[in-house]
């Protein structure tokens, strides 16, 4: 287990990269975002994405899953208290590739809870192509490494 004081500032966080597939992608949007583009080949080609692509909703989803998979189950996480900053760059599609890379901004110690602390981070996640489909600056709450007695 890892925690708060394992985080650096400037500290480059690398991620596996997440192959997209076009059954995901529906089976999202009934869910939870069925538009058009989102759900029907054919009615996506006449949107202004061209072809079916996910909802922005679900490239933040597949990005949780990136950090849960890769960092944050790994770390004494005690969840979020919000993202300050989610933009959604540009369309995924069926058969990307995203690659995300994060960046530690600020680490933290909680002032009234000597228990957590904060971390503040940036994220970027792009396609096979290099290009930033996903940006995203959230905080995260860890606990404090226990002391030994």
């Known amino acids: ?17 997440r192959q997209v597939s076009e059954e ?9 975002d069925p538009q058009p583009f989102h759900l ?32 944050i189950g790994k770390y004494a996480s005690m969840g979020s208290p919000g993202v300050d900053q989610l933009r959604w760059v540009k369309p995924v599609f069926p058969g990307d590739t995203l690659h995300l890379r994060g960046e530690i901004l600020d680490v933290r110690p909680s002032q009234s ?27 995260g709450m860890y606990g404090r490494r226990p002391v030994q007695g």
């Open 1 to 17: 287990m890892k925690y708060l004081e394992d985080f650096a500032v400037g500290q480059a966080l690398d991620f596996p990269p």
């Open 24 to 32: 995901e992608i529906v089976a999202f949007a009934r869910d939870y």
């Open 40 to 71: 029907d080949k054919e009615a996506a080609k006449q949107s202004l994405f061209g072809g079916l692509c996910a909802s922005g909703w679900h490239t933040a989803g597949m990005m949780m899953r990136m950090l849960v998979d890769n960092m």
């Open 113 to 139: 809870k000597p228990d957590r602390g904060v971390v503040t981070s940036r994220y970027e996640m792009r396609n096979q192509n290099g290009d930033i489909v996903l940006t995203m600056q959230a905080k």
